[in-house]
């Protein structure tokens, strides 16, 4: 799972999260490893005590962000967090819906860190993943933008976060263009590009746009070449023909 760029959600997490948000529906219990997560972002716990926190706990805390101070704890601790439990905390909030505030904080630390280039590609991946249910949608897309700018742009995993969890944004034709360069120039490769490509082509909005895009005459010689090898040899010439 580690090696491969295509796959980002373990089932432990979808069933813990699932395993949530049941017993929140059913007002049920949360599992005893959730008041250890409150308590540690709550700041009452050692900041190395993260390792023992259960992943049911960070699934039932995530699933009910709405209640007491949970959504305020986490906003005051995010940017202190130590980077794996950071990772995870991302990906479980790619299943819910960040309020306002904390979709804020969310996209600020992102922004903060693509200026360093030592950050781990996937806490990129995992957080574009985190803000994609979020409500405001201009600021997500200014996020998109500032990442697909970036040198992350050219990673499998952050490529695919973008393309599975954001893209009604690439409907804006020159951030599309500019996905499609990244594409075509990342580490996904030939095969990554194909497999993204063939999955976007898929939705009615989209399709339309990534056809004019293939059009474009500025599209670069590493773009051309992509299409071409995708979908036949002299196909990047023919679709300026039409």
């Known amino acids: 799972m580690k090696d491969n760029p295509f796959a980002f959600t373990p089932d432990q ?4 999260c699932f395993h949530a948000l049941a017993s929140r529906t059913l007002q049920t219990p949360a599992s005893r490893y ?5 308590q540690y972002l709550a700041g009452q716990l050692d900041r190395d005590y993260w390792n023992n926190l259960g992943l049911q706990g960070l699934a039932d805390f995530v699933m009910r962000l709405d209640q007491g101070d949970n959504t305020t704890q986490l906003r005051k601790r995010l940017t202190q967090l130590p980077e794996p439990l950071l990772l995870m905390l991302a990906h479980l909030l790619e299943h819910t819906q960040p309020d306002h505030a904390l ?10 860190l693509l200026q ?6 996937e806490l990129i991946a995992a957080l574009i993943r985190s803000i994609s249910a979020g409500n405001d949608m201009a600021g997500r897309d200014q996020a998109l933008d500032a990442v697909l700018a970036s040198p ?4 499998a995993e952050v490529i695919v976060a973008l393309a599975t969890r954001c893209h009604t944004s690439l409907n804006q034709p020159q951030r599309l263009q500019l996905f499609l360069e990244q594409l075509a120039a990342g580490k996904a490769g030939q095969l990554g590009f194909n497999r993204i490509l063939s999955d976007l082509m898929f939705l009615a909005d989209l399709r339309p746009r990534i056809l004019e895009a293939f059009r474009d005459p500025q599209r670069s010689d590493t773009l051309s070449q992509a299409i071409g090898e995708m979908l036949g040899s002299g196909f990047s010439t023919q679709v300026n023909a039409h």
């Open 103 to 112: 979709q804020q904080q969310l996209t600020d630390h992102l922004l903060q």
């Open 13 to 16: 997490e979808k069933m813990a």
């Open 152 to 155: 992350f742009a050219l990673e």
């Open 116 to 121: 360093r280039l030592d950050t781990a590609p």
């Open 34 to 38: 959730y008041e250890d997560v409150q």
